[in-house]
């Protein structure tokens, strides 16, 4: 599936971009992977060689933000990529455009009114070091992390702050009603970023707690 739509996807962006390209300089609001990005404009760069991309990175809830806090001004052209619970939550700041290559995306992946597509389907899943499970059973569900015995010992991002935490939460909270999330919040440690809660080992929460959070 990511092979089969990522020349598609290079299509839409490229063409997203040429679009909004009145004058030589594009800006790119992007959460992406620095790899992701690159991979994508290293195609505009041959497709488009005079067009300059500037690019703005962060996660996907603070560039939302930005773009919200700039509505009146609009500093960025494009904006990839988020989730589509949270993009439907910021639909006002968002114009529509139908790509060229937009039939070669299903329609399932599509947003209403041509304001999005998506890129990319996310599988969300519990990781866990079994180096740090220190004699404790991993745990196999969701509804595990409400025990107290997991207090502390699992991270989560802000999902202010990422989209992936968002439709996470959102995920929890139709699956478990508000007490089932409110529990497993309880126990978790909210971090800042997508990126540092994966890398984050159990010794690691502890000093993350400690240097960061000030816990």
Do not use: C
Request: no cysteine; hydrophobic share 40%.
């Amino acid at each position: 599936m990511r092979t089969s739509y990522f020349a598609p996807l290079l299509g839409l962006l490229l063409s997203a971009i040429m679009s909004t390209a009145s004058a030589q300089t594009v800006v790119l609001y992007s959460s992406n992977n620095t790899e992701t990005v690159e991979t994508a404009l290293g195609v505009v760069k041959r497709k488009a060689p005079g067009l300059t991309v500037q690019q703005v990175t962060g996660g996907t809830g603070s560039l939302m933000k930005r773009i919200q806090a700039e509505a009146a001004n609009p500093r960025g052209d494009l904006f990839w990529s988020g989730g589509f619970g949270t993009l439907g939550a910021y639909r006002q700041q968002l114009q529509p455009y139908k790509s060229p290559d937009l039939a070669a995306i299903p329609a399932m992946f599509r947003g209403p009114d041509d304001l999005w597509v998506g890129t990319n389907v996310h599988v969300m899943v519990i990781m866990v070091n079994e180096r740090q499970l220190k004699g404790l059973p991993a745990p196999k569900t969701w509804s595990d992390l409400m025990k107290p015995e997991w207090k502390g010992k699992f991270a989560i991002t802000d999902p202010s702050k990422s989209a992936s935490a968002y439709m996470l939460v959102y995920g929890l909270l139709k699956q478990f009603g508000r007490s089932g999330l409110e529990k497993i919040a309880a126990n978790a440690v909210i971090t800042s970023s997508s990126g540092s809660t994966y890398k984050v080992s159990y010794t690691h929460l502890d000093v993350y707690k400690r240097q960061v959070l000030g816990l």
